[in-house]
C-alpha cells in the first residue's frame, strides 16, 4: 500500500492463547471499511507459538505486517516501534487482549479527524462501560497511581493506563521518537510528551473487559512504574526530550 489511512498496532508476547482471536476480530471489522489500512503485530520475543501464529495468519490475509524483536524487550518498546513504523494517517495501539472492542475506534476517529491530535480512552469517565472488572485490589492501584501521575507529571487526565490510544501521523514522528521508557509506563510518558510539543488530547469513555491473563504484575511493575513518574520528569529537566 502506497498510501494508508489506519493503522492498527499490537504488541504481543508469549500471546498464543490470546491473540489470534484479536486478530480475526480486527481483520474482519476492518475489513469491511472502505478505507486502505494496515495491522502491525510486534512480536516481543515470544517463546511459546506466537510468531508462528502470526506468520500463519498472514499468510492468507493481506493488510497484516510483523514485526520482531530479537529478545524481550518491553511493550513500551514494542509499541514504540509499531508506531514508528505505521504508515497510517491515523495509528492506533491496542492490547493483543483486545480490552477494548476494536468498534470503539469509531468514537475515536471523529476526534482525530476534526482537530485533535491524541484520543485515549478511559475507563473511568462517565458513560465509561466496563464488562468485567480488575480485581479491587488492582483497580485501587489504578487509582492511586494515576492520581499520581496527575500530581507529577499530567494534571486533568483521569486513566492514562488503559491500552487503547490513536495519534494521528504527526504526533506520532514528533511524540514516539522522544520516548525512553520500555515499560509498561510508556502510556504516560507518551502523553506527558503529547503534552509538551502541545499536541491536543481528548480522553473519551470506552467499553472494556478486564483479562484474566493480564501480565502485569501488582507490586514489581507498579515499583517499577513509580520510578519511571520520577525518571521522566528527570529526563525533562536534563533535556533528554529536545
Sequence with gaps: MKECFLSVIIPAYNEEKRLL?????????????NFPYEIIVVDDGS?????????????????????INEQNSGKGFSVRKGMLSA???????TDADLSTPIEEIEKCLPYLINGYDVVIGSRSMPGSDILVHQPWYREKMGKIFNF?????????????QCGFK????????????????DGFSFDVEALYLSRKYNFKI?????????????????????????????????????????
Design 87 to 93: 504508515r497510517g494517517e491515523y495509528a492506533f495501539f
Design 21 to 33: 482471536p484479536t486478530l480475526s476480530k480486527i481483520y474482519a471489522y476492518l475489513s469491511t471499511k
Design 47 to 67: 517463546t511459546d507459538n506466537t510468531l508462528p501464529m502470526i506468520k500463519n495468519f498472514a499468510s492468507s490475509n493481506k493488510h497484516i505486517a510483523i514485526l
Design 202 to 242: 481528548k480522553e473519551i469513555p470506552i467499553r472494556w473487559e478486564n483479562s484474566t491473563l493480564s501480565k502485569v504484575s501488582p507490586i514489581k511493575h507498579s515499583l517499577q512504574m513509580f520510578k519511571d513518574l520520577i525518571g521522566i520528569k528527570i529526563k525533562d529537566l536534563k533535556g533528554d526530550y529536545r
Design 148 to 160: 499520581m501521575v496527575n500530581m507529577v507529571l499530567l494534571k486533568g487526565i483521569i486513566d492514562t
Design 166 to 181: 490513536g495519534f494521528k501521523r504527526e504526533a506520532v514522528k514528533s511524540v514516539f521518537s522522544r520516548c525512553k521508557i
